[in-house]
């Protein structure tokens, strides 16, 4: 006598995966990546053009070819040792060297690069840049440039809202990222 195989009751399955998939849509939580902290320009179109001289002396002109080599000043640079402290001075001039910067206001970093130019390469000059700045907001609110990092990432607090304003006074972040050229500088 050949004996039946019980049936497994299947009645409730459906209901056990929709609770299974409920659970885990409310307990999965997604990590949110900042990227990069960059004030992008309004489009074009959105701005008249204005007629603004910028003297060339209030400019810091940092380019990147395609072949990642640097040119720091129109000078062949192989190291970036020494290039934040290069900022750094360039931007806090305040008119002292004639062939320098007016003031920290006036004072733009310009950054070029090209279209063949690294990720790696872009992202290590922009972080030298800004860990120039960083430094002497830092400096300015009397504080470390970890702490002031850590400050500017939640304004909500009212401390890290006045150690961020007091290093901030009086110099902007003026970083100016141009449209990459072409390879090879076409």
Do not use: C, W
Not at 30 to 51: C, F, R, V, Y
Not at 172 to 177: A, K
């Amino acid at each position: 006598m050949a004996r039946a195989t019980p049936d497994i009751p299947n009645a409730s399955m459906a209901d056990i995966a929709f609770l299974l998939l409920t659970f885990f849509l409310v307990t999965t939580t997604m990590p949110n990546n900042k990227g990069l902290s960059i004030a992008l320009p309004p489009p074009p179109e959105a701005t008249p053009p204005e007629d603004v001289k910028i003297q060339e002396r209030n400019m810091f002109k940092i380019q990147i070819n395609s072949s990642d080599a640097l040119l720091v000043e129109g000078e062949p640079r192989e190291d970036v040792t020494g290039l934040k402290e290069e900022i750094k001075k360039f931007i806090l001039n305040n008119g002292k060297d004639p062939a320098s910067s007016d003031n920290p206001e006036k004072a733009i970093v310009s950054f070029k690069t090209d279209r063949g130019t690294s990720h790696k390469r872009f992202i290590e000059l922009l972080d030298i840049v800004q860990g120039a700045y960083y430094d002497i907001y830092a400096d300015q609110a009397g504080v470390t440039n970890a702490e002031f990092r850590e400050a500017a990432s939640d304004l909500t607090v009212p401390r890290n809202k006045a150690i961020y304003e007091k290093g901030r006074a009086g110099i902007p972040l003026n970083i100016s990222i141009a449209d990459p050229t072409k390879a090879g500088g076409n």
